[in-house]
């Protein structure tokens, strides 16, 4: 069996029995005196440097544990700065796009009826007229002007003008399809698109706005209720026309019901 390794109190024991030696006077002039001296002395020196060796370890440590733990703060940091930034970005860009559709949708509006305005209906008519092409469907178009709205306004104000406008509006509004357009096409003159209907239908329908508009009674309280009429003037797209052309062959229509006495609609 080999005997067990020194330990620290092994050390400290011999090293305690060397110091008695050294310090006994009886062992003055023993040969190996000296020679113990000085294995003592070395003996403290390498534990001396070992204790340094240690204390420049456990130095190192901490200081590179305190060097991490701030790389990690540092870098934590950062990353709150990040998702932070990130947040507003995300913020920012949502109310720019809201911003932007509440531009894009007021640029399209008429204010008064929030109808779509004469700018949204030529998109619509372009988007309509290449559709129908496209799809070879019939498209028919059709121009409402109210009629005497000069007087209305002479007559009773602006005010009640406006209000007649609103009335009309949402008049149309109740007779026409999901899929049909209306919109102001200015003053008092609003354009109806009907994508896939022939002349037939789309008679029918002017006829059914036309009948409502008849039926509205303005209560003007302090006078009787004030009645509205219209004129209309519709057309079919024809092959390969532009737009514009099949607006002014609409127009023309309305002229015509105008001339023939208001209050009803033609078709050209
Ligand atoms: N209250 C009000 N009036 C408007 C508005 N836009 C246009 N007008 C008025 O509408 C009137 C249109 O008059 P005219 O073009 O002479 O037509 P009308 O009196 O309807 O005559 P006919 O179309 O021939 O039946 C004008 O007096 C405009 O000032 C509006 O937004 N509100």
């Known amino acids: 069996m080999r005997p067990a390794a020194p330990g620290p109190a092994d050390e400290e024991a011999a090293i305690a029995a060397a ?21 003592l002395a070395v003996h403290r020196a390498q534990q001396e440097r070992v204790e340094r060796l240690v204390r420049i370890s456990d130095g ?3 200081l590179s544990r ?7 703060e540092k ?5 709150r700065r990040l998702e932070k ?13 809201e911003l932007t559709e509440a531009l894009r949708e007021t640029s399209l509006k008429d204010p008064l ?21 496209r799809k070879d469907s019939p498209l028919c178009v059709a121009l409402l002007d109210v009629d005497h709205f000069k007087q209305i306004n002479d007559r009773h104000g602006h005010d009640t003008g406006d209000q007649a406008l609103c009335r009309i509006a949402a008049a149309m509004r109740a007779n026409v399809r999901e899929y049909d357009t209306i ?22 329908t002017v006829e059914r706005v036309r009948e409502a508009i008849a039926a509205i009674d303005l209560d003007l309280g302090h ?6 009429t219209a004129s209309i003037g519709l057309t079919r797209q024809r092959s390969g026309e532009t737009y514009s052309a099949t607006v002014n062959r609409a127009d023309d229509a309305l002229l015509s019901a105008k001339q023939l006495g208001r209050n009803r609609s033609v078709v050209l």
Request: aromatic share 8%; glycine share 8%; hydrophobic share 35%.
């Open 60 to 62: 190192y440590h901490s």
């Open 66 to 72: 305190t060097h991490s733990s701030n790389l990690t």
């Open 75 to 79: 870098f934590e940091r950062q990353v």
């Open 85 to 97: 930034l990130a947040r507003i970005s995300d913020l920012y860009q949502s109310n720019l796009r």
């Open 223 to 228: 006078a009787p209720p004030l009645g509205l």
């Open 183 to 204: 919109g102001r096409w200015g003053g008092e003159e609003f354009l109806l698109l009907f994508p896939d209907t022939g002349e037939a239908e789309a008679t029918l």
């Open 19 to 39: 110091e008695t030696l050294l310090a006994d006077p009886g062992h003055r002039d023993h040969p190996l005196r000296a020679a113990l001296a000085d294995l």
């Open 113 to 133: 009826t929030e109808l779509g305005n004469r700018r949204y209906l030529m998109d619509r008519l372009k988007e309509e007229t290449e559709r129908a092409r």
